[in-house]
């Protein structure tokens, strides 16, 4: 079983990739444009909520030479075989690679966090159940809200 190591990694200035344009890939990029605008999304569809929200927008089917220049990569398409394939041209080029139905060939897997002032807080079940490091967010979050912090 993988286990992963919790670390901050400042990517305010690398450029990070998002392959597929649906639901779960809206969510990811969603908490990673509150730490970087260096964010590409390639998908031959991108859901309505992602369009125009500031980012590259680059509508085609993923290849190879798409991870050219990128740091980070999320693999966020509901295809199995493609995920799996962007792992490999990943690794092969040496960057990091969430895929996000798959924590076993993820390199780095994306915590529920909370952010106050100047702390935060990840919260991670290390990729097992994110429902539930969701779950645990909300609570502390309260719990916060409470102390008035």
Same mark, same amino acid.
């Given at each position: 079983?993988?286990?992963?190591?919790?670390?901050? /990694?400042?990517?305010?200035?690398?450029? %990070?990739?998002?392959? =597929? =344009?649906?639901?779960?890939?809206?969510?990811? %990029? +969603?908490?990673?444009?509150?730490?970087?605008?260096?964010?590409?999304?390639?998908?031959?569809?991108?859901?309505?909520? $992602?369009?125009? @929200?500031? !980012?590259?927008? %680059?509508?085609?089917?993923?290849?190879?030479?798409? *991870?050219?220049?990128? !740091? $980070?990569?999320? @693999?966020?398409?509901?295809? $199995?075989?493609?995920?799996?394939? /962007? +792992?490999?041209d990943a690794a092969e080029s040496g960057i990091l690679v969430n895929v996000v139905d798959n924590?076993? *060939?993820?390199? !780095?897997?994306?915590? @529920? %966090? /909370?952010?106050?002032?100047?702390?935060?807080?990840?919260?991670?079940?290390? =990729?097992?159940?994110? +429902?539930?490091?969701?779950?645990?967010?909300?609570? /502390?979050?309260?719990?916060?809200?409470?102390? =008035?912090?």
């Amino acid at each position: 079983m993988k286990v992963f190591l919790p670390i901050n /990694i400042r990517i305010d200035d690398k450029k %990070i990739l998002f392959v =597929g =344009g649906g639901k779960i890939a809206m969510h990811k %990029i +969603k908490t990673v444009e509150k730490y970087s605008h260096n964010i590409t999304l390639v998908a031959p569809e991108i859901h309505e909520d $992602l369009k125009g @929200a500031g !980012f590259r927008e %680059i509508y085609k089917e993923y290849e190879t030479s798409d *991870l050219a220049g990128f !740091f $980070l990569v999320y @693999a966020c398409t509901n295809n $199995l075989e493609i995920n799996q394939r /962007i +792992k490999k041209d990943a690794a092969e080029s040496g960057i990091l690679v969430n895929v996000v139905d798959n924590r076993e *060939l993820s390199d !780095f897997i994306s915590p @529920a %966090i /909370i952010k106050r002032e100047e702390m935060t807080v990840a919260i991670s079940s290390n =990729g097992e159940n994110v +429902k539930k490091s969701v779950e645990w967010r909300k609570k /502390i979050e309260s719990m916060l809200d409470n102390a =008035g912090m």
